[in-house]
């Protein structure tokens, strides 16, 4: 393998990215050949080798350059990055996209009988958390004293345990927390997942890094876009245009033996509720249709 003319990626082996990411790279057109061990995959039609790895070894493997670029939540990349700025280094990573999967956030929360219930009482606790480095910055900024204690695996027990006063960890649905009779009641950060890349590449890589990105970026905008079709009263045409969501310059199209109607075709590049699609019913649209879109290339 020509290391100049192949570029490495890292994903999440297991866990809520790693399938996302898998059907990312496809939709980007890639068809990846799975080694004996499952642990790397390669690009039979593109310049690409997928290695499938820990969340937290990700961004170890592109600081040091052993990967070109990497998908992770944010979360997993504050954390490395606050724990270099911890330790006075700097870090090799650039974001280079965001992806509109894996969304949680890192927030604090107590025990429903807690007297813990905002930022401010959380001085002179114990806080568990898979975050320390995270944790530990956001409480000096916010000027709080307070005991992090790292906790790997599940951190909502550590409560139960007596380890600690209250928790900091990951939040999707909220529903872990309750389980275990806690409250979250202040977030520290939003996250989601993001693609990132190593500072520093050759220019034959940073080409086909490129690339990829651009490919990332049309399945993202593809996902996230509708095709729209519908018959709009000319009357009511300006009314109609507006409640199309994200839709920049809609097509209009005359209709055969028909003075009074056209033909709208719209990109819509925000999500088409149904609520969206009734308030056209409502102004006169007829005919609705709602497209997915596969590709788009600008």
Request: glycine share 4%; proline share 4%; hydrophobic share 35%.
């Amino acid at each position: 393998m020509n290391n100049e003319t192949r570029i490495r990626i890292a994903i999440q082996k297991s866990g809520r990215l790693s399938d996302a990411s898998l059907k990312l790279i496809s939709q980007a057109g890639i068809k990846l050949a799975r080694s004996k061990d499952q642990l790397i995959a390669y690009g039979n039609n593109y310049p690409i080798d997928v290695l499938l790895t820990r969340d937290d070894d990700i961004p170890t493997l592109l600081n040091e350059g052993t990967c070109d670029i990497g998908i992770m939540g944010y979360n997993i990349y504050n954390e490395f990055k606050c724990s270099r700025e911890a330790d006075k280094n700097n870090t090799n990573i650039d974001s280079a996209m965001d992806l509109p999967f894996g969304e949680c956030r890192l927030s604090f929360a107590s025990p429903y009988d807690s007297e813990i219930k905002s930022l401010s009482d959380c001085r002179g606790t114990k806080i568990a958390t898979s975050y320390p480095a995270t944790v530990n910055s956001y409480l000096k900024k916010m000027d709080i004293n307070a005991t992090c204690i790292e906790f790997k695996g599940s951190v909502e027990i550590a409560p139960k345990l007596g380890t600690c006063n209250l928790i900091c960890d990951l939040v999707s649905t909220g529903t872990t927390l309750k389980a275990n009779g806690l409250e979250e009641f202040h977030t520290l950060l939003e996250s989601s997942a993001q693609v990132y890349r190593h500072s520093n590449v050759s220019e034959a890589k940073a080409k086909i890094i490129n690339n990829l990105l651009d490919r990332f970026r049309s399945v993202v905008r593809a996902i996230e876009s509708k095709y729209v079709t519908l018959h709009a009263p000319i009357a009511k045409l300006d009314t109609i245009i507006s409640l199309l969501p994200g839709s920049e310059s809609p097509t209009i199209i005359p209709l055969n033996n028909s003075a009074d109607k056209v033909a709208v075709h719209a990109l819509c590049n925000e999500k088409v509720f149904w609520e969206t699609l009734e308030n056209l019913k409502k102004e006169g649209a007829s005919s609705i249709l709602v497209i997915p879109i596969e590709k788009i290339l600008d």
